[in-house]
C-alpha cells in the first residue's frame, strides 16, 4: 500500500486532516502491526509531506499528464500498447551515436568501443554476414526487469530475469563480460528477499561464468508503501565483433528457433494456475549454452540476427524483426508447435493460454539457407532442439502465420496472452486505444520539449 498515494487520494476527495488521519492510521497498525499512538504519529507526518509537495510548478516539479493509466494502455504487457509506449521512449530519446540505439527495438543497445574514445580493431567481412563490415569491438549493454509476480519467490525471480538479460546480449553476438543487478523491497519486507534473489542471479552468473560486480539495495518508497512487494532488474554488459541485431535480418533468409520451456512468465503462469511442478521445467541454462557455442564457432559471422522469444511471444518478436528490418516474415505454425517444451505445452492448453503470445525464451535465428546446417550442427551439439519455422520475404513488412496452408495475420494483440486468472480478467477490460495512443503522444512531445528547454538551460554558453 502506497500511503503517499492514499493520503492525495483523499485530499483530492475534499477529506479533512483529521478524517484521513483516522483512515490511513487504521490501515498502517493492520500492515505493520504498531501502536495507535505510532500509527497517528506516521499518518501525520505522511499527511505534512503530502501538503508540502502540492501544487508545485515548473519543470522541475510538474509534468504533462496523459490521462491514460499504465494498465490500461498495457504498459509492460508486451503487446501493441506497450510496443507504442517503447517507441514513444526512444523519440525521446532521438538519434544517438549508438551503433544498435533504442529506436530499433532489439535486445541490447550497442556502442563502437573507439566512439569514446577507445580503441577500435577492424574485422574483415565473413561468409555470408550482414554485407556490412564489422568495426567492432562494440560494447554490449542490456537490462531486464525481474517479473513482477515473482515477488513471493525470489530466487526465481534472480534466476529467471539474469537469464534474460544474458540473453539479450547473446542474441547480439555478444560475449557477457558483467552482470548488475538492482533490488527494491518495499518496507515490511523481509531482508532475506535480497539475500535469496542474490543467489538466483549468481546461481547462473557462476554457472555462465559471468560475475554479479555491482548493484543497488533500496525500499520502494521508502517509507511510503507499506507491504513485502519486491522489484528489481538485472543487467548485462558484453563485447561483440559480429553484431547479430534484429535489422540485420535479410529477404531470403530462413527463420530457425530452438525449443523453449519458458523463463519468469512461464513460472508465473504455473504458480498461481496451480501447476507449480510445471516450474522445474523453466529451471535450466540450455539457450545460454546453445548461444555460448554458437559464439565459439565460425557459425557465427553467418548469422544475420538473433532474438530471443519473449515479447508478447512469437506474435510480438516477428513482427517487431519485420518492422526493424523492413521486410515481410512468415511462420509456419505446424512447425512451431513442437517446439514448446511438452509439460509447458500440456499446461498451456490446459489452461486455454496462447503459446504464440506468450514469452517461450526460445532463440530465433536469421540466416542464409546454406548456412542452416553448420549453425544447427553447432546447437544441436549442446543437446538444444532446433528447428526451420519459417523465412524472410521481400515486401511489406508484416508477419503472417501459415496455418493449414493458410495465411492468417500474426500481428501482436493489445496484451501478451493472459497467463494467469487475473490477467484474464484484466484482459476483458477494454478503451479506445486510439484516443490513447493520441493522449500518450502528447505526453511524450511535452517530455521531449521539456529535455530541450533544459537543455539549453545548462549548455555551456559560448564566450
Avoid at 521531449?448 to 528547454?453: A, G, N, Q, S, W
Wanted: net charge negative; charged share 25%; hydrophobic share 40%.
Amino acid at each position: 500500500m502506497d500511503v503517499e498515494e492514499f493520503a492525495r487520494r483523499q485530499m483530492e476527495d475534499g477529506a479533512c486532516s483529521d478524517e484521513i488521519v483516522h483512515k490511513l492510521s487504521r490501515h498502517i497498525q493492520k500492515i505493520k502491526g504498531v501502536s495507535p499512538a505510532y500509527a497517528e504519529s506516521f499518518a501525520r507526518a505522511v499527511i505534512l509531506e503530502v501538503e508540502n509537495t502540492r501544487d508545485l510548478a515548473g519543470d522541475f516539479f510538474a509534468f504533462e499528464h496523459s490521462d491514460v493509466k499504465m494498465g490500461d494502455f498495457g504498459v509492460g504487457s508486451r503487446g501493441t500498447g506497450d510496443f507504442f509506449a517503447h517507441r514513444e521512449i526512444a523519440r525521446i530519446i532521438g538519434r544517438t551515436t549508438a551503433s544498435v540505439g533504442v529506436d530499433e527495438m532489439d535486445d541490447a543497445g550497442a556502442v563502437l568501443l573507439g566512439t569514446w574514445g577507445g580503441p577500435t580493431n577492424s574485422t574483415e567481412k565473413t561468409g555470408e554476414s550482414s554485407g556490412r563490415p564489422d568495426k567492432g569491438p562494440y560494447i554490449i549493454c542490456t537490462v531486464d526487469g525481474m517479473h513482477s509476480r515473482l515477488s513471493d519467490f525470489p530466487f526465481l525471480a534472480g534466476f529467471h530475469v539474469t537469464r534474460a538479460t544474458l540473453r539479450d546480449v547473446y542474441v547480439m553476438g555478444a560475449h557477457p563480460v558483467m552482470l548488475f543487478s538492482d533490488i527494491h523491497v518495499a518496507d515490511d519486507g523481509d531482508v532475506a528477499k535480497i539475500f535469496d534473489y542474490t543467489a538466483g542471479i549468481t546461481t547462473v552468473g557462476e554457472v555462465m561464468g559471468v560475475p554479479l560486480v555491482t548493484g543497488s539495495t533500496l525500499r520502494i518508497g521508502g517509507d511510503m508503501v507499506l507491504g513485502s512487494r519486491m522489484t528489481g532488474c538485472v543487467g548485462a554488459v558484453g563485447i561483440a565483433r559480429h553484431l547479430t541485431a534484429r535489422k540485420e535480418t535479410k529477404p531470403g533468409d530462413v527463420i530457425l528457433m530452438t525449443q523453449g520451456a519458458g523463463g519468469g512468465t512461464i513460472a508465473t503462469a504455473a504458480l498461481y494456475s496451480g501447476f507449480p511442478e510445471v516450474v522445474d521445467a523453466t529451471i535450466n541454462l540450455n539457450f545460454l549454452f546453445a548461444a555460448e557455442a554458437l559464439l565459439a564457432s565460425s557459425a557465427l559471422t553467418r548469422i544475420h540476427s538473433m532474438t530471443d522469444v519473449t515479447n508478447g511471444g512469437l506474435r510480438g518478436d516477428v513482427y517487431e524483426m519485420a518492422e526493424t528490418a523492413g521486410c515481410r516474415i512468415v511462420i509456419e505454425e505446424e512447425k512451431v508447435t513442437s517446439l514448446v517444451q511438452p509439460d509447458v505445452a500440456k499446461m498451456l492448453l490446459e489452461l486455454s493460454i496462447d503459446y504464440l503470445g506468450v514469452s517461450l525464451d526460445a532463440l530465433l535465428i536469421t540466416a542464409p539457407r546454406s548456412a542452416v546446417p553448420v549453425i544447427t550442427d553447432v546447437i544441436q551439439g549442446t543437446g538444444v532442439t532446433i528447428r526451420e519455422i519459417g523465412h524472410v520475404d521481400e515486401g511489406k513488412p508484416g508477419s503472417v502465420l501459415v496455418v493449414d496452408g493458410r495465411e492468417e495475420d500474426f500481428t501482436p494483440r493489445f496484451r501478451e496472452a493472459a497467463y494467469t486468472p487475473l490477467k484474464k480478467v484484466v484482459d476483458l477490460q477494454r478503451n479506445d486505444f486510439e484516443e490513447m495512443k493520441v493522449k500518450v503522444w502528447r505526453a511524450a512531445d511535452a517530455a521531449i520539449e521539456k529535455k530541450l528547454r533544459i537543455i539549453e538551460r545548462i549548455r555551456p554558453k559560448s564566450p
